[in-house]
Structures are given as structure tokens and as C-alpha cells.
């Protein structure tokens, strides 16, 4: 495989803020590989926008079209001034086959996605909008979070929560009051804070509890 600045110079783009690589439907015959800058992944369903991802360097996407021959599952927009590798699928199946790092890697990658997948399909079980935002924040904690001073730093924001998980930006908003009045959230300029990640659990156990006797 060659070296960085040659793979860069060979299959390096540039894509500006807002600029959409591909949308779900479309024929796929490249997968991209993220060298700086973010991509958002989305799915337009049942009318609204859902993030189901939020790439940053070194992840990579559109894989799927690929290996599966299928069109694009998801679209991909840049969410800030991007460079990644682009590369067609010779390209991609001759960098898998010829060095196990990488296919390693890509399977790493593909197995911290599918974690992420079944966590969306445990949060779909949950109803309750506040029971949801506490769930994915607790979640995301767990899996993405960055130490950051007095807790765990979650890089995201109250429009991308409402769209990770269908609700309402009002619906984030409240639920995210309601954690900073009980002080297990505080609110950063570069995302949510959570001083201690266990007493998130023990506020959901709260609402589970809750929840049941309701249904009582
Ligand atoms: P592809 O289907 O070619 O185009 C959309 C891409 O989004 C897909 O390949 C994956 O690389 C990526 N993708 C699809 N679903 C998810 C998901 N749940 N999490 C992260 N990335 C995804």
C-alpha cells in the first residue's frame, strides 16, 4: 500500500460545509475513508431527518453499496470542511485482501456500528420522550464519550439528539432542563457534560420504576 501523501494525492477530495456526497437511493460505486472533518449519515423516514451517525477521521462509509450491491442505504452530508480518500470498490476489496490491518480495522469499525444499531433498536422499544433522552445520552456516554475535567464530555447537541432519535428539539429541551435542575447534565459549549455517568442508571431505574406502577 502506499504511503499517506501518495494515497492523498491520488484519492483525496475536498468537500466544503453542507456539501451532500451521495443521498440514500443512489447508484453507489465508492466508499470514502474520513482524513479530517465530519460527515453526518441520515435517513429521511417517516418525514423527518434521523442522524445515524456522526463520522469523524479515521471512519469510514459507504462500504455497504459495495459489498452488498445495493444502492446507498443512507445519505452522507459534510457537516464541516472534509478531506477523504475516495476509492472504487477494486480499489477498496485490493486494500482488504492485501493487508489484514486494515480489513481488522474494518471490521472493528463494523462491529462498534452494529452496537450502535442495537442500541437504536433498544431506544425504539423505550416510549416515553424524556426516558429516551436520558437512555441515548447515558448510552452515549458509555460508547463515545471523552473525559473532559469533573466527567464525560458528549460532543453533541439538542438539534442532533432530536434527530438521533425522532422527537421534537422542544421534546430534547425539556428533558435536558429537567436533568440540569437535577444536576446529573451540564450544558458546554462543546457539548453535554455528565459529571457521573452512574447516576444517569440510577435515574433510569427511577423512571423505569416509575413507569411500571403507572402501568399498574
Ligand atoms: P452505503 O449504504 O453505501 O451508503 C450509506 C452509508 O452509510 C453506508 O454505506 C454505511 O457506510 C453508512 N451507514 C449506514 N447505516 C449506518 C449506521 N447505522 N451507522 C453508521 N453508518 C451507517
Known amino acids: 500500500m502506499q504511503d499517506q501523501p501518495a494515497l492523498l494525492e491520488r484519492f483525496g477530495r475536498h468537500f466544503p460545509t453542507d456539501a451532500l456526497l451521495f443521498r440514500e437511493g443512489d447508484l453507489g460505486r465508492e466508499m470514502y475513508l474520513i482524513q479530517s472533518g465530519r460527515v453526518q449519515i441520515s435517513r429521511f ?15 469510514f462509509f459507504g462500504e455497504m453499496a459495495l459489498l452488498n450491491h445495493r444502492p446507498r ?23 482488504i485482501t492485501s493487508n489484514a490491518e486494515i480489513a481488522l480495522r474494518l471490521l472493528e469499525k463494523l462491529a462498534h456500528r452494529l452496537e450502535m444499531a442495537n442500541t437504536q433498536i433498544e431506544l425504539l422499544l423505550v416510549q416515553d420522550a424524556n426516558h429516551r433522552v436520558v437512555y441515548t445520552l447515558r448510552k452515549m456516554a458509555e460508547l ?5 475535567g469533573a466527567g464525560i464530555l458528549i460532543p453533541t ?12 428539539e422542544d421534546q430534547v429541551r425539556t428533558s435536558i432542563l429537567r436533568l440540569q435542575e437535577a444536576r446529573l447534565v451540564r450544558a458546554t459549549a462543546n457539548g453535554f457534560l455528565i459529571p457521573e455517568v452512574g447516576k444517569l442508571h440510577e435515574y433510569l431505574d427511577f423512571l423505569d420504576i416509575r413507569r411500571r406502577n403507572e402501568q399498574e
Do not use: H, N, W
Open 45 to 59: 423516514i417517516q418525514g423527518r431527518t434521523s442522524v445515524l451517525a456522526d463520522l469523524g477521521p479515521g471512519d
Open 73 to 95: 442505504s443512507a445519505t452522507a452530508m459534510a457537516m464541516e470542511p472534509t478531506i477523504a480518500l475516495v476509492l472504487d470498490a477494486d480499489t477498496f476489496k485490493a486494500m
Open 144 to 148: 463515545t464519550g471523552k473525559p473532559q
Open 157 to 168: 447537541s439538542v438539534p442532533e439528539l432530536a434527530g438521533r432519535l425522532g422527537l421534537d
